[in-house]
């Protein structure tokens, strides 16, 4: 399984009803992988929730990561993890889940990035490279970030921060495989079609590289 095209972050902070419900449409819209990343909730309720979006994931297609939790992840028999710089190390993740599952880490820098390379990730979030209405770690990078870290890493990159409809198609042109969303589709009125736009622009994307 190759980490790219459309990534939603489903994040219920962000979110005007259910996530699940959200993930459902998503899945309708095209939608390529879904990351269940929980801050508030218990770990009983936190499993709730993630067990309902892998039923959800494993009927209607599409990849699974949990958020930041490797032993949720194996809990549900996720595809795979996303972490941090300040989570559980990638060895540790994967002395966990084993090495069929997916384990991705967030980088702001070429050696960051690099780092995930000897880590042992399978792919990388990038960003931010706009300004972030949810999540600023560091200042926006830009779009020409991307190309320095293609050049640099094998890894699939998933461009992170600011992205929405208006830069999405310039983002995958930049060198990104995909980008990660979270506020664009939790905060639209049909879930459906803000993924299918989305996903139309990122095709757009890729044609114009």
Known sequence: MKIE??????DQRYARRDIVS???EAIEGGVDVIQYREKVLSTRDALNIAK????LTEKCGGIFIVNDDPALAL???ADGVHLGQGDIPVNIARK???KG??????????????????????????????PSKTKMVA????????????????????????VDQGNV????????DGAAVISSILSATDIKEAVSEFKKRIREGRCAV
């Open 139 to 162: 200042s926006p990078l830009g779009i020409n970030a991307i190309g320095a870290i293609r050049d640099s890493v094998p890894l699939p990159i998933i461009a992170i921060g600011g």
């Open 52 to 55: 309902r979006l892998r039923d």
């Open 101 to 130: 599952k997916i384990i991705g880490l967030s980088t702001h820098s070429i050696e960051e990035a690099a780092g995930a390379v000897s880590f042992g990730a399978d792919y990388i979030g990038f960003g931010p490279i706009f």
């Open 22 to 24: 959200i993930a459902a």
């Open 75 to 77: 809990a549900v028999d």
């Open 169 to 176: 198609k310039d983002v995958i042109k930049g060198g990104a």
């Open 5 to 10: 095209g459309l990534y939603l972050i489903l």
């Open 96 to 98: 966990i889940l084993g």
